[in-house]
């Protein structure tokens, strides 16, 4: 399993995002990794007790003690192997101990971007071919076609199950001490492929939009603002408008959110006539990227 383990003091600010009722990982676990869209994260995350960087070290040092037990477990080393394991086996009583209700600890964070650079036009051209090819049930050419079709940050957050990873643990401890290592190898890797990855879209389009509209924002309230200032934020709402344009056509939210939030960039050109500030609407569209974001997360299977 390829990692690019973090800084613990970055992955601090994951744990309260990822920590939720331990209730809700009972059940029967399954052998491969899941990914969890941003809507499965809970409203109200159990409070974490302690030190979260402390927490953190504890998770991550039980996932590599576990590596290290399965690297044992390759040369033979039942000894080195019941070490390691007992070394996970103690990082994670920790954290259950400080944290009972906490079903899912992060150990690792990754970030990929794609930008696409395109007009909307030529994302619309690509679109209907795509299309057509599927209407001629040519698949894999549809497929090929729109592949490169998106403009986003993916944020992944891997997580250790608590419900289930110290007990795998535990078991794999066991096995060894019954000089059963290959059984207790293959109890490890199960348990490493229950990881749970949180991937969290952030479209660039709607994080530009959204920009240009905070920068029009600031500039709209200034009552004394000058010719110049009127000019940047007629400036700043055509970017705005131009970026949502190219979210609607990537498939960004959904198409009445991309209408509603296209709309309303027309209301807060009116609204700033005058050197007015358009206060009202300028609030009311940033709730409207918030629920933006949140449909554009992936869906649950």
Do not use: W
């Not at 209730?23 to 974490?48: C, I, L, M, R």
């Amino acid at each position: 399993m390829k990692r690019n383990l973090l800084a613990t003091a970055a992955l601090s600010t994951l744990l309260l995002a990822t920590a939720c009722d331990k209730k809700a990982g009972d059940g029967p676990s399954n052998n491969s990794a899941t990914v969890v869209d941003s809507k499965a994260a809970p409203t109200s995350p159990a409070p974490v007790q302690g030190n979260r960087d402390e927490l953190l070290k504890d998770a991550v040092s039980a996932l590599q003690e576990t590596e290290n037990a399965i690297a044992a477990l390759d040369a033979k080393d039942a000894a080195g192997a019941k070490e390691a394991l007992a070394n996970a086996t103690g990082k994670l009583e920790i954290v259950l101990a400080q944290n009972p209700d906490l079903a899912l600890a992060p150990v690792d964070v990754s970030v990929a971007s794609h930008d696409l650079l395109a007009s909307v036009d030529a994302v619309k051209a690509l679109r209907e071919s795509a299309e057509d090819a599927l209407e001629d049930g040519r698949v894999q050419d549809a497929r090929h076609l729109i592949e490169g079709l998106a403009s986003e940050s993916v944020v992944s957050i891997s997580n250790l199950p608590l419900a289930t990873y110290p007990a795998a643990i535990k078991s794999a401890a066991a096995l060894v001490a019954q000089n059963k290592l290959a059984e207790a190898r293959a109890t490890l890797v199960t348990a490493l492929g229950t990881i749970v990855v949180h991937d969290v879209i952030h479209p660039l389009p709607l994080i530009r939009a959204s920009a240009a509209i905070e920068e029009a924002r600031k500039l709209a309230a200034v009552s004394t603002r000058s010719a110049a200032d009127d000019a940047k934020i007629k400036q700043l709402l055509s970017t705005a408008r131009d970026q949502l344009k190219l979210g609607q056509a990537l498939g960004y939210a959904t198409k009445d959110e991309m209408k509603e939030l296209l709309k309303t960039v027309d209301e807060i050109e009116e609204g700033v006539k005058d050197k007015k500030s358009g206060v009202g609407i300028f609030d009311r569209i940033r709730a409207m990227f918030g629920k933006a974001n949140e449909s554009s997360q992936p869906k649950k299977n």
